[in-house]
């Protein structure tokens, strides 16, 4: 049997020095260890067990996540016939949950405390390592070909894979960047520009990292928006999410899109995706016919024009463009494709640097996002895409948490009628937007992000969701949520 283990720290936890020391322990006792490093996805984990053929799994877990953690990783290795790995876990683990930890998988589970003789003596009975004279010392520095291949301790975080030929798998899950959406409120329309540099304002002194400002088929023109606030900030990024396609020329896009990089010195993450039939066929008239090949013309013209100042010229199923362009954008631009379905997640993958999401829980993106878009993203060669995932946000009390789904079906509900956002939420647990709320205390909220990250995402946009009886309860409300956000937000990263 393999004498070879791997410690892997899933989640958002970063803290090692446990790990670490196990790890040493483990390898002066003869076994030969691999140490994947902190903030793991469950299926880098998954897919680094069977890259180095090892014998156990060993998880470090201190963020209470440890039952879903360990179950999916159990579940991820029956999934690729690796069921006779064995799965151990470490951590802070309430004496109650071991039961539930081994009937969920787990071959053993060391709590907090467990002295280091009794793991190693269980590491021994599931692999049947005989004991073996201390290794040599470990170093962090970067080992050579020759050193790594003998070392009995090999620190993915500082050495390459073992075979050179395979793939590293994707490292995510790491830091996740936590942003808010900024939107025209209904009412004065000579208010909007204030109320929203106020917005974009506090979330640059929060120390948040995006703004996401929405385009509402009825209301202010969302990269006019991105103009002014980068006018009026330094630091945060600001990306809209998202401009629909169908109602202005890519020419016309990029030019708009271009300029307002510039009004924002460079800030600007562009979403952008085909819109609704609701929208487009039934509002504004405009045929909504292969969407997804539209989009396809759409960004071959897009992407031209962005890498500008040039001649665009471009033919393609739609378009026959050949047109002069004397912009060209002031720093790397990213473009972020909204995609719910396989085919618009594939593109997303090989065209575009990421998706945004809307209705899309932690099931659909762990399940269906995140495998389709990383693939195509791999096979086309290009960096892991960013996965950006829309979520409303509610503090609230406990027993006010369905009074506060209840709110978010009533307000942000419309957009369930979309076929494609049914089909989405068939990927996932999720009934509808009140099941996608984070609401509840601090803990839970960070809690429910811990989830999100854990499935994939890159980033987070906050939709707030005030709660209360008249409007000075709801300004009170989304005051509080607001300062709770930029706490979290700061773990987070």
Not at 312 to 337: C, I, K, M, R, S
Not at 389 to 418: H, K, M, Q, Y
Request: glycine content about 10%.
């Amino acid at each position: 049997m393999s004498s070879r283990v791997l410690i892997a720290k899933p989640g958002l936890d970063g803290h090692d020095r446990g790990a670490k020391i196990v790890a040493r322990t483990l390898r002066d006792a003869g076994f030969e260890v691999v140490f994947t490093g902190i903030r793991q996805r469950v299926d880098t984990i998954v897919a680094t067990a069977l890259q180095e053929d090892v014998a156990v799994v060993g998880l470090s877990i201190l963020s209470g996540a440890h039952l879903a953690l360990t179950t999916r990783v159990v579940e991820g290795l029956r999934a690729a016939g690796a069921e006779d790995i064995a799965v151990v876990v470490g951590g802070t683990i309430p004496p109650d949950d071991v039961p539930r930890m081994k009937a969920a998988g787990a071959a053993a589970v060391f709590p907090t405390g467990t002295p280091l003789d009794a793991i190693v003596a269980q590491m021994r009975a599931l692999t049947a390592v005989v004991p073996a004279s201390p290794a040599t010392p470990l170093t962090c520095r970067r080992r050579t070909t020759r050193e790594a291949g003998h070392s009995k301790y090999r620190n993915l975080e500082t050495t390459e894979p073992r075979n050179p030929g395979t793939p590293k798998p994707r490292k995510l899950g790491g830091t996740v960047r936590v942003g808010v959406m900024i939107g025209p409120e209904r009412g004065d329309s000579a208010r909007k520009v204030a109320r929203m540099i106020d917005d974009v304002t506090w979330a640059e002194r929060a120390g948040l990292d995006t703004a996401w400002v929405p385009q509402i088929p009825t209301d202010f023109d969302a990269l006019t928006a991105v103009a002014l606030m980068g006018a009026r900030t330094e630091r945060i990024e600001i990306g809209t999410a998202v401009v629909p396609l169908q109602t202005q020329h890519p020419i016309a896009l990029a030019r708009q899109a271009l300029s307002a990089q510039g009004a924002a010195n460079g800030r600007l993450a562009l979403g952008l995706g085909p819109s609704h039939h609701w929208i487009v066929q039934d509002m504004l008239g405009l045929p909504y016919e292969r969407p997804a090949a539209f989009t396809r013309d759409y960004l071959e013209v897009l992407d031209a024009a962005l890498r500008g100042p040039g001649p665009v010229d471009v033919e393609n199923g739609t378009f026959t463009v050949h047109n002069p362009l004397d912009l060209g954008p002031v720093a790397p631009l990213p473009v972020l494709l909204a995609a719910l379905g396989p085919v618009m997640l594939a593109l997303a993958g090989e065209r575009a640097d990421g998706t945004v999401l809307w209705m899309a829980d932690e099931r659909a993106v762990a399940d269906h996002v995140v495998p389709r878009i990383t693939k195509a993203a791999d096979g086309a060669g290009r960096p892991a895409p960013r996965i950006v995932a829309g979520i409303p946000v509610c503090l609230c009390r406990p027993g006010e948490v369905d009074a506060a789904r209840e709110r978010a079906n009533r307000i942000l509900g419309e957009a369930e009628i979309s076929p494609n956002y049914q089909r989405l939420l068939d990927y996932g647990d999720a009934r509808d937007i009140g099941d996608l709320c984070a609401a509840g205390d601090e803990r839970a909220i960070a809690a429910r992000f811990r989830r999100f990250a854990d499935a994939g995402v890159t980033d987070l946009s906050v939709r707030l969701l005030p709660i209360g009886e008249g409007r000075e309860e709801l300004i009170a409300s989304k005051r509080r949520t607001r300062e709770v956000l930029a706490g979290i937000a700061a773990d987070f990263r």
